[in-house]
C-alpha cells in the first residue's frame, strides 16, 4: 500500500534560517503529492502539490520538486519567519481520491 | 467564502458516553470527509461521502461509529460508547469535483475530543 515518511520532529530554527524537512514515499503508479501545513488550533491547510515527476510546487516561500528516482518530495524555504511555526504534513494522492498523510513534523523557529 | 465549519471545537466526555460532532461543508462541495487525526500522527480517513452516499467506510468501527449526511450537505459523527482510546481531533474537510480545484480538501479546525 501507500505510505509516506517523514523526518521526526521538532525542527527548532532560528528566524531567517535555510529549512528543509524531508519526505519519502512508497506508492504504485504515479501519485500526486502535496504539503499541507496545521497551525496551533486549526486545520489542515494545502501549502503546495506537485502532480507528476520533476514538478516543483511552491506557494509562501515554500518549495518541493516530486523526485521520482529518489521517490522523495523535500520541503524547502531559504529563510524562514517566526510565522512559519507550525506542524507541516507531507502526503500523497494515488489511484484513489484519498490521501495518505504522514505523521508530521513540527517547525519551531525562535526569533 | 466561509470554509468548513466544524462544532463543538472541544468536548470532554467519560468512557461510555455518547458524543457527536458536526460538520458544514463549503458551499457546493459534494465530497465530504471524516477524519481521526492521534497526537503525533497525520490524519487517518474514517469515512468519504458523495452527496449523501457514504463511497468510501472502510475504517470507520462500525460497532460504536456512525455518520450520517441525510441531505448531502452537512453532517454528523457519532461515536456509541466511546472509549479511552477514541481521544482524538476529529477533522472535517470538503472538496469538489470539478474544476481546477477537483478533489483539492478543505480542512475545517476538527474537534477535539478527550475520552476520561
Known amino acids: 500500500g501507500n505510505s509516506v515518511t517523514q523526518m521526526e520532529g521538532p525542527v527548532t530554527l532560528s528566524e531567517e534560517a535555510f529549512l528543509t524537512i524531508n519526505c519519502t514515499y512508497t506508492?504504485?503508479?504515479?501519485?500526486?503529492l502535496f504539503w499541507y501545513v496545521q497551525y496551533p488550533g486549526e486545520g489542515l491547510q494545502l501549502l503546495l502539490k506537485?502532480?507528476?515527476?520533476?514538478d516543483k510546487g511552491s506557494n509562501k516561500g515554500f518549495e518541493a520538486t516530486y523526485r521520482k528516482e529518489t521517490t522523495s518530495f523535500h520541503l524547502e524555504k531559504g529563510s524562514v519567519q517566526v510565522s512559519d511555526s507550525a506542524v507541516y504534513f507531507c502526503?500523497?494522492?494515488?489511484?484513489?481520491?484519498?490521501?495518505?498523510f504522514g505523521r508530521g513534523t513540527s517547525l519551531i523557529v525562535h526569533p | 467564502e466561509a470554509g468548513v465549519v466544524q462544532s463543538p471545537r472541544y468536548k470532554i466526555i467519560e468512557k461510555k458516553q455518547p458524543v457527536a460532532f458536526w460538520c458544514n461543508p463549503i458551499?457546493?462541495?459534494?465530497?465530504l470527509y471524516w477524519y481521526r487525526q492521534n497526537l503525533g500522527q497525520g490524519p487517518e480517513l474514517l469515512i468519504r461521502?458523495?452527496?449523501?452516499?457514504?463511497?468510501?467506510d472502510s475504517q470507520l468501527p462500525k460497532d460504536r461509529f456512525s455518520a450520517e449526511r441525510l441531505k448531502g450537505v452537512d453532517s454528523t459523527l457519532k461515536i456509541q460508547p466511546a472509549e479511552l482510546g477514541d481521544s482524538a481531533v476529529y477533522l472535517c474537510?470538503?472538496?469538489?469535483?470539478?474544476?481546477?480545484?477537483?478533489?483539492?480538501?478543505?480542512f475545517g479546525p476538527g474537534t477535539r475530543l478527550t475520552v476520561t
Open positions: 474537510a470538503s472538496s469538489t469535483r470539478t474544476g481546477v480545484e477537483s478533489y483539492e480538501q478543505y
Open positions: 506508492a504504485t503508479g504515479y501519485p500526486s
Open positions: 506537485a502532480t507528476k515527476a520533476d
Open positions: 502526503a500523497l494522492k494515488g489511484g484513489s481520491y484519498i490521501p495518505t
Open positions: 458551499s457546493g462541495h459534494n465530497t
Open positions: 461521502y458523495e452527496n449523501e452516499e457514504a463511497v468510501d
